[in-house]
């Protein structure tokens, strides 16, 4: 391009017309301020939510809705988890099977009549990452506001549930809530304790045991932080399968409209929660907004350089270049010790548990070219 300007000036000059030359310098300007000159790369827009979590959860590591309460829940899991050998897949799609010939009383449609339940689960299935199961929707005919799952995933939901649903979004976050039990293992501790109940009144003399509610102890297994799991899990799971966390959280505003009101006094609403076995929902709704605004917080970039700084890696092992700026995220590449890499923007530093600071950066090899996210430990100035 410079070539072309040299040589196009020189024949006006040549020439040596007045106008002509004018308007030839004025372009050679902008030519040789955009043109001329290497465009800057500016990153593809990045995704506008980073969460923390996939759709694996991890409840006493997030901010809220974790108390010493749950840690009696997390003692009787520990305890299954000795007493009752690992279930295979094909047992817990069966025993998902007899709860639902057993225990669901509401006449069930076996096609869902919701064609946004269909393709609300077809979107998610990709991200899930417990794979073999179904998850075959299941409409109750029925007027509460409810939807459960059982172990082997399947999903059920009421007609009171569809009915008030306005928007696709908020039908996601409730099928990804269910989809969360399974994808953090809470349906496999329900079908745990029920395998344990039922060896308990086979071996005989016990039965006093085996007959204490299933759905007593299942509160304890299935508590407040394993609600929370799956509210942060949908989050991840709706945003990957293209719908909107923020629209989403009208499920949300349904769930609570639905629910017991949160008593105002504090001392009344932490006794009576002592015996719920579901968060407030307006504790939820809380955690699941704060949630939103870090994944938000966490997509942007602070600062995007035009000149790209100059860096080197300096991780004894390879530098994993990662997808977000999570420790986390997948790896897109292993950067080489010493190998140089371009800064494209800082990331505002993360708050959400995580301290590090990361940087978007470009690694070029031979061939390609890769952009992805590196921690500012292990990079220094060229
Ligand atoms: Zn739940």
Request: a negative charge.
């Amino acid at each position: 391009m410079y070539q072309f300007c040299i040589f196009m000036s020189k024949i006006i000059l040549i020439e040596n017309h007045r106008l002509l030359k004018r308007v030839w310098i004025l372009g050679c300007c902008i030519l040789i301020l955009s043109g001329c000159k290497e465009e800057i790369e500016i990153p593809e827009p990045l995704e506008s939510y980073i969460f923390l979590y996939t759709s694996k959860v991890d409840a006493q590591a997030v901010n809220c809705g974790y108390t010493y309460y749950e840690e009696a829940g997390d003692r009787i899991k520990k305890h299954l988890r000795n007493s009752v050998p690992n279930l295979s897949k094909k047992e817990l799609i069966e025993l998902g099977n007899y709860f639902k010939n057993n225990y669901v009383v509401s006449p069930i449609t076996e096609h869902t009549r919701s064609p946004w339940a269909i393709e609300i689960i077809e979107r998610m299935k990709p991200f899930l990452i417990e794979s073999g199961y179904s998850h075959t929707l299941f409409t109750l005919e029925d007027h509460s506001f409810s939807a459960f799952t059982v172990p082997g995933g399947n999903i059920f939901i009421t007609t009171g549930l569809l009915d008030q649903i306005n928007e696709i979004d908020e039908l996601a976050y409730i099928i990804g809530h269910e989809l969360g039990h399974n994808e953090n293992n809470h349906t496999t501790e329900l079908a745990r304790l029920y395998k344990y109940v039922e060896n308990k009144s086979n071996e005989g003399g016990i039965l006093n045991y085996a007959t204490t509610s299933i759905t007593q102890l299942g509160s304890k297994i299935c508590g407040k932080p394993d609600e929370l799991e799956c509210d942060l899990a949908s989050m991840y799971l709706l945003h990957k399968a293209g719908y909107d966390p923020e629209i989403a959280m009208g499920g949300v505003e349904l769930l609570k409209m639905y629910s017991e009101p949160k008593p105002e006094e504090d001392w009344r609403a932490a006794l009576m929660a002592f015996f719920k076995s579901h968060p407030w929902s307006e504790d939820r709704d809380i955690c699941i907004r704060e949630y939103i605004q870090e994944a938000k917080f966490s997509a942007v970039c602070e600062h995007i350089y035009s000149n790209k700084k100059g860096f080197i890696a300096t991780k004894q092992s390879p530098l994993e270049l990662r997808e977000f700026p999570i420790k986390r995220a997948k790896s897109i590449y292993k950067i080489p010790k010493g190998a140089k890499v371009q800064i494209v923007c800082d990331c505002i530093e993360q708050e959400y548990r995580i301290n590090e600071e990361w940087l978007y950066v470009l690694y070029k090899t031979k061939d390609k070219k890769y952009y992805g996210w590196v921690d500012k430990k292990f990079i220094k100035p060229d």
